[in-house]
């Protein structure tokens, strides 16, 4: 008998154990972060843990504002301090600086941003430390 038959009486139950791992899978695992993810901006720390999640029609326009005003920085002169990660509902992860430099996380060269006014990003994110430097 296949490992993830179960026979109940003289019938094979296949369906209802995989739905049952399913069910389970749904009831142990609420509320995680991958759930936050899909539904807004999810700020994790250095230690993947959540900071801070904007879910507000208001909070994410103006997340979207300052993001949109990010500009691109020659990378060169600065080493920035990756101390929280920014999770975007595209599902691209953005690795952060509270002194507000931002890249994507990957494994390719990427861009080096910086955001205009970071005192009030990092503020909206729930950020209230600033950059170790």
């Not at 009486?9 to 209802?16: D, F, L, V, Y």
């Not at 103006?62 to 080493?79: D, E, L, M, P």
């Not at 430099?101 to 990957?106: D, E, F, G």
Request: proline content about 6%; aromatic content about 8%.
């Amino acid at each position: 008998m296949h490992p993830l038959m179960i026979k109940i009486g003289n019938t094979m139950k296949r369906r209802s154990m995989i739905a049952a791992v399913i069910a389970c899978a749904f009831i142990i695992a609420p509320g995680t972060a991958s759930a936050a993810r899909s539904t807004g901006i999810t700020i994790l720390d250095d230690k993947f843990q959540v900071v801070h999640v904007l879910n507000g029609r208001k909070a994410v326009a103006s997340f979207n504002a300052h993001w949109t005003n990010k500009v691109k920085i020659s990378s060169a002169s600065v080493t920035p301090h990756w101390l929280y990660k920014i999770d975007l509902p595209d599902t691209t992860r953005w690795l952060y600086d509270p002194a507000g430099y931002a890249q994507v996380l990957s494994k390719k060269k990427h861009p080096l941003y910086r955001i205009q006014s970071v005192g009030r990003f990092n503020k909206l994110i729930g950020i209230n430390n600033p950059s170790p430097r």
